[in-house]
């Protein structure tokens, strides 16, 4: 039959959620620190719950020695072999302590003992439950405000919404249910703080999970989301099965899937794109419905250029610049948008800047500016390797550009066959000034077959005996 003690364990384990493990452990701590606050902390005691009895019984354990010179741990032979005749020297004896002896203030300190161990059981068993939903959806009850913050019940915790994890301008009122994403659970002296968010992409890609069954079977794959909260918002998504249309089944049967989960986030616009592993194709799905002429990667810098029409300038770029921000977010890469007008403009400045270096014709010219080289000081900035994997030009060809920069560089940009400074006269009008730079004709060389001159146009601009070297004939006599 159980004791009353033992009913009373177990009511308290089944409101406080605490096993009873805990709360006979509490007891015992509790006997414990009462009986030194008794008897002083130089004792050695040891409390044992008794569960047939429904008491927590305390013992004091004494060494068993000849002579006595600390009455407190230690005891005669003479008085041990009272109690039990089969003592000896050295042996550890245990005496009961009756708790009746005990005092107001150890009875009260008991109490304090057995409170304490329950609130700190409290809030491990909170912890433990929370710190394996972080990352998910919960709902939960607004509690109260404190300065912005919102504190949210959600049944056996506490919760609390921060101001900046809020979405702007939705209102919630004491006792309104919400929904919010766990984005961490932090444990301190004063108990688990669980942190919520609305305002995170996490929290827009476990709406969609929860919205679709695709996701949640693993059939489509959300590859990215960025958020502006409250504004727009734009999601990646990927189908493992050619024939599951992705964008398709996040929008759902005359868009009930997304209008779900808009009318979750209070009106949140949603773009979802079409994830691609070719970072140009991203870009451009990202910044859809804008028509994208050209794309410019960066590898080096991470950074994309990209071209649209003057007519989609404002449409790519979003009102405020919110759609290329977003995309921008969502592909971690940097995205400058330009229109055609501005991009020619610039471009024949470029070309006009790296045509300015000995060797550098139109068409190497294009090749640079493609590869994100604007300038003979980007040439020189950058590794000859990777020059020639960004301009398909050759590493021995992108060398020898470098050490032309270099040297351009160094001689303050002046270039063979032009004014190098005042006093020098002009050619003749009529006259060719110079012969073609080198590195320009070996890329007309060794890009003939692919190339080929176009009609009407001089294989080769150079004097008669290096053009004769090049065909492979004999110079001509004079």
Known sequence: MSSELDRIIEQVGKDKGIQKEILIDALQAAMISAAKKKFGPQRDLEAQYNPEIGEVELFEFKTVVELVTNPSVEISLEEAQKTDPEAEAGDSLGQKIPTETFGRIAAQTAKQVIMQKVRDAEREMVYDLYKDQKGELVHGTVQRFEKGDMLVNLGKAEAVLHFKEQIPRENYRIG????????????????PLIKLSRARPEMLAKLFALEVPEIYDG???????????GGRAKIAVYSRDIDVDPVGACVGMKGSRVQAIVYELRGEKIDIVPWSNDIASYACNALAPAEISKVIIDEREHAIEVIVPDNQLSLAIGKKGQNVRLASKLLGWKIEIRGETDAEQSFQVAKAKLEGLHGVGDVIARSLINAGIYSVEDIDDWEAENIAQATQIGLKKAQK?????????????????????????????GEVAASEPEVAQEDRVENAEAAGPSEGEASSSGPAEEQAETEGEEPPKS
């Open 401 to 429: 550009l470098k050490d032309l920069a270099r040297e351009h560089i160094e001689s303050g940009g002046a270039k063979e066959g032009e004014d190098a400074g005042e006093g020098e006269e002009a050619p003749p009008e």
């Open 219 to 229: 059939i489509v794959e959300i590859k990215g989301a960025a958020r502006e909260p």
């Open 176 to 191: 309104d249910r919400i929904r919010a994403y766990i984005h961490d659970v932090d444990k301190n002296a004063k108990g």
